[in-house]
């Protein structure tokens, strides 16, 4: 043990000045060695930090685009959906609004038909009230009227001008038979009961001074509203 003391301590004597000569390069070396240890594990911890966020941020953006997918997936599907119901109603509303319009024609046509019915009433009331007029002048047919049409008379006239028995004094006369039994050759002019066929009416004095079974009346005219 001694013996080796002895030799390193004459080693270093003898190789102190070669020692000292490279101690400064040994140093930098370590020195710079050391350095580039650390800056390397510095910049290596970096570098992992920064994958770490990297990969962080990518599951994030990953993430958050796949959420953004699903999205806008569900809101296409509900698009989609929201369009074929709109369909659905558009369709439900066209028909509907065919229906309308078939109704509505429908009760234009029956509208009319009521308007047409409501003048038909309105026409045959104003007959049926024409008729009770003509009715309240007797059961006898009225076949005359005067020039100005106000005036329509009972009896014979021009139309029995032809006739061979004809004479001017029968214009407006209508003739009544006694006799119940006989038949009425001329029911226009002629009657069995005069109160029946005429109300405005004068028994005709002159002309049936000789009579026996026929009298003569004069229609003294009724005047009718007749368009």
């Known amino acids: 043990m001694i013996y080796l003391i002895e030799y390193l301590n004459e080693y ?3 190789n102190l000045e070669g020692i000292l ?8 070396f370590l020195g710079g060695y050391y350095i580039n240890t650390c800056n390397y594990t510095k910049n290596t911890n970096i570098l992992k930090n920064i994958e770490k966020v990297k990969l962080d941020i990518d599951t994030v953006k990953s993430r958050d685009n796949k959420h953004l997918t699903n999205e ?3 809101l296409k599907d509900k698009y989609e959906k929201t369009v074929e119901e709109n369909n659905k109603y558009l369709n439900k ?61 009972h009896g014979m006239g021009h139309l029995e001008q032809k006739y061979s028995w004809w004479k001017p004094y029968m214009n407006r006369k209508i ?3 006694t006799n119940l039994n006989r038949k009425l050759k001329f029911p226009d002019y002629e009657t069995h009961t005069i109160d029946n066929f005429c109300t405005n009416y004068e028994y005709c004095t002159e002309i049936n001074k000789n009579k026996r079974n026929m009298f003569y009346y004069e229609c003294k005219g009724h005047k009718i509203n007749i368009d």
């Open 175 to 177: 003739c009544q038979y």
């Open 21 to 28: 000569f490279t101690l400064p390069s040994v140093c930098l």
């Open 12 to 14: 270093f004597n003898e």
């Open 72 to 74: 806008i997936k569900k």
């Open 93 to 153: 509303i066209e028909e509907l609004s065919l229906k309308i319009i078939d109704k509505n024609k429908k009760i234009s046509e029956y509208d009319k038909k009521l308007e047409e019915n409501n003048g038909m009433k309105l026409k045959l009331r104003e007959l049926e009230k024409k008729s009770e007029e003509i009715k309240d002048n007797g059961d006898g047919v009225l076949r005359y009227k005067n020039e100005e049409g106000t005036i329509y008379y």
